[in-house]
């Protein structure tokens, strides 16, 4: 092979040899594209409670069924505890029983002849009916029974107090006058006493978070905010935290007078006392936990308010403003309703053609009510609420919000 020939083979080999590196290189390309369109996948949250609230879309839906499961408004008293009231202490007045999750245990909330009809006070009872002990000091009036808790776990109870206008003997089963009282001793049904012994507990003006454990021992009070009120109470389901709504006093009688149910700003409270505000808007809708104890979540008129209650660095909220969607679906159910109600001749004037004239619709009412029983499922009930000599819901109306990721999350 001459020197000529030697020199042209050496060029056509490095050609090829430049071809293989070009198609090398876009094949590397093309497999670091793939892998990353499959990174940008890997990256939706297998659970919702890993996206903060702040990064979560949501589906609106109204007027959908009620959420199955909802429990009775009627105050149910567990019949071995009201046999106990009936035959030993007929000079109390069981108001309701609250059992523990565990069903081992149960509150006896009631009210004596020298308390006030707005407060009461608590007793701690197995649940077949045997009185444990004394949970609450006559130094301490219990308010709001909605607000008397058990924690999922059964090992702490939770409930709203303040300082009584009169500290009296507490309230037991009567003894015989030739009977000595007995200390209450640690065995799990002691003999109920006229004067049990009460280790010292600070007392407040205005309603405290109270907590004990499930013995009905170490109580103390969780916020010390005195001139706030704590009300509408709500345990974690994994136990590490209350919700709740306060407000100052004088917001509570401001609206008191004008008939309104109370509106107090959301709060997150661990068990530690630490406590975290979560909106700086009074709301009146009770907060609700997500089933997986991650978020929050309570009502501003028809917005709902979402807020990541886990223990992270670095918390998120969202508000998700539905005005609109709501004012569009009052009106229609509003239409249909009268449809339903009127004959043809009488439906020309009717609703929605004279709302204009007349303002909002009439099944346009607030949130009042929020229940989250699956994480990707938050349902909103809507009312007009008349608070009166009692509390009068009416257009009870339910909706739906399906909840998931935004899709920023996803390209992350």
């Known amino acids: 092979m001459t020197r000529t020939q030697r020199v042209g083979s050496y060029r056509l080999l490095s050609l090829r040899a430049v071809v293989l590196t070009l198609i090398n290189l876009t094949l590397v390309l093309l497999t670091l594209s793939c892998r990353s369109d499959s990174d940008s996948q890997s990256l939706r949250p297998r659970q919702l409670r890993d996206v903060p609230a702040s990064r979560l879309a949501f589906n609106f839906q109204a007027d959908v069924a009620a959420p199955t499961g909802l429990g009775s408004d009627e105050v149910k008293r567990i019949p071995a505890i009201q046999q106990d009231f009936d035959s030993r202490r007929s000079n109390d007045a069981l108001l309701r029983t609250v059992p523990s999750p565990d069903g081992q245990r149960a509150l006896a909330l009631y009210g004596t002849v020298d308390e006030p009809t707005t407060t009461f006070r608590i007793d701690l009872y197995s649940s077949d009916g045997n009185f444990i002990r004394n949970v609450t000091p006559p130094t301490l009036a219990v308010v709001f029974q909605d607000s008397v808790v058990w924690s999922a776990d059964s090992n702490f109870i939770a409930f709203v107090g303040r300082r009584s206008n009169g500290a009296q003997p507490s309230p037991t089963p009567p003894l015989d006058f030739g009977q000595q009282p007995v200390v209450p001793s640690e065995s799990p049904t002691p003999t109920p006493t006229p004067a049990p012994a009460f280790a010292p507990l600070s007392v407040f003006s205005t309603e405290q978070i109270y907590l004990c454990n499930r013995d009905g021992y170490d109580l103390h009070p969780m916020t010390t905010r005195d001139g ?98 709501m004012l569009t679906a009052s009106a229609l159910f509003d239409e249909k309703s009268t449809t339903k109600k009127s004959s043809p001749e009488t439906n020309k004037n009717s609703a929605p053609a004279n709302l204009a004239m007349v303002g909002l619709p009439v099944s346009f009412n607030p949130v009042v009510r929020l229940e989250w029983p699956v994480p990707e499922k938050l349902y909103a009930e809507t009312a007009y609420v008349s608070l009166r000599s009692e509390l009068i819901k009416t257009f009870s109306r339910w909706h739906l919000l399906t909840l998931s990721p935004q899709a920023a999350v996803l390209k992350r």
Do not use: M, N
Not at 235 to 241: E, G, L, T, Y
Not at 255 to 271: C, D
């Open 228 to 325: 706030l009120i704590y009300f509408a109470l709500s345990w974690a389901s994994d136990s590490h935290a209350l919700v709740a709504l306060a407000c100052k006093e004088s917001e509570w009688d401001a609206r008191e007078k004008q008939f309104l149910t109370p509106a107090g700003r959301p709060r997150l409270i661990l068990l530690t006392g630490e406590e975290r505000l979560l909106d700086d808007q009074p709301s009146q809708t009770p907060p609700v936990w997500s089933p997986d104890s991650s978020k929050v979540a309570t009502a501003f008129d028809v917005d709902i308010g979402i807020y990541d209650a886990a223990a992270i660095k670095a918390p998120t909220q969202a508000r998700i403003a539905l005005h609109e969607q």
